[in-house]
């Protein structure tokens, strides 16, 4: 994402039957220091969002997690995580069939930690949305 640089504005307002005039400038570097700015909070989220999910994420040998992290490209603001069985361990059911496979209503169960489970983004996002939004702040809000 790129910002665009705004253009100086000139304003006029009427005040008690006379004119005032103003200029808004924006500081020549804003665009480049904003656009910055957007691309390091854009890294902080797609970072935080693999280290934050990494608990939650099924493991069993770890390849899951080590696919969301090869699969994404730090800053696009696509995390993705790139296994055969990604999709059906994200939801938690079964599925069944030659490719593409039918999704049935019998749950997955899974083992290890307590907290490892279907829709890990999902869950994450609930218990952690505010603190990354809090990072974006102190990044964006310089």
């Given at each position: 994402m790129t910002i665009r640089q705004p253009k100086d504005q000139i304003i006029k307002a009427k005040i008690n039957?006379?004119?005032m005039r103003g200029v808004l400038q924006f500081r020549k570097d804003f665009a480049a220091d904003k656009t910055l700015s957007f691309?390091?909070?854009?890294?902080y989220v797609d970072s935080e969002v693999l280290r934050r999910c990494d608990p939650l994420t099924p493991r069993f040998n770890?390849?899951?997690i080590q696919s969301g992290i090869r699969a994404t490209n730090i800053?696009?603001?696509l995390v993705q995580y790139n296994?055969?069985?990604?999709r059906y361990q994200y939801y938690g059911k079964v599925m069944v069939g030659k490719a593409p496979k039918k999704l049935t209503n019998i749950p997955l169960t899974y083992t290890?930690?307590?907290n490892r489970?279907?829709?890990w983004f999902e869950r994450m996002k609930v218990k952690d949305k505010k603190d990354i939004l809090k990072g974006v702040?102190?990044?964006v809000g310089k």
């Amino acid at each position: 994402m790129t910002i665009r640089q705004p253009k100086d504005q000139i304003i006029k307002a009427k005040i008690n039957g006379g004119t005032m005039r103003g200029v808004l400038q924006f500081r020549k570097d804003f665009a480049a220091d904003k656009t910055l700015s957007f691309q390091q909070a854009q890294r902080y989220v797609d970072s935080e969002v693999l280290r934050r999910c990494d608990p939650l994420t099924p493991r069993f040998n770890g390849y899951l997690i080590q696919s969301g992290i090869r699969a994404t490209n730090i800053g696009s603001g696509l995390v993705q995580y790139n296994s055969p069985y990604a999709r059906y361990q994200y939801y938690g059911k079964v599925m069944v069939g030659k490719a593409p496979k039918k999704l049935t209503n019998i749950p997955l169960t899974y083992t290890g930690a307590p907290n490892r489970g279907a829709k890990w983004f999902e869950r994450m996002k609930v218990k952690d949305k505010k603190d990354i939004l809090k990072g974006v702040g102190r990044i964006v809000g310089k």
